[in-house]
């Protein structure tokens, strides 16, 4: 079995919004060479999430609309004491930060309209995802 490993370095320029980095991380996946295996894609953020959905601007922006009526950016947090983003963490929570997808024939399997998307809930910042793959 071969293992493979790289990163994506991104920056984000809102405090919130989504990017798409699918066709960063399908990139990843030809360069890796494996055919048949699994693919992980982490993101080590705590106040930035991963899911995978439609990259087109209406979903984004009700994706975070509805995340702003589910977890307010002002919500009396305790954590809000120490750094003002505790919404950002829960948001993480909720979503997630890691996704699981096999690849066969050299092709992620996903969805027609699943994309790769990050939630960025603290920005602006210089973000990295995690990109492995496990397989041959």
């Known amino acids: ?42 993101l080590p953020h705590a106040t930035a999430c991963l899911t995978l959905n439609e990259g087109e601007s209406g979903v984004k922006n009700d994706l975070l609309r509805k995340l702003d009526e589910l977890v307010p950016p002002s919500g009396n947090y305790e954590h809000d004491r120490i750094d003002d983003n505790a919404h950002a963490h829960l948001k993480s929570s909720l979503v997630g930060t890691c996704r699981v997808l096999p690849v066969v024939e050299g092709r992620v399997v996903r969805g027609t309209w699943q994309n790769f998307l990050v939630v960025e809930e603290d920005g602006p910042r210089t973000r990295r995802l995690s990109v492995l793959l496990m397989g041959e």
Do not use: P
């Open 1 to 42: 079995m071969k293992v493979w490993y790289s990163e994506i370095s991104f920056s984000t320029r809102r405090r919130s919004e989504v990017v798409d980095l699918t066709d960063q991380i399908l990139q990843e996946v030809r360069k890796s060479g494996i055919r048949n295996g699994l693919l992980v894609v982490n």
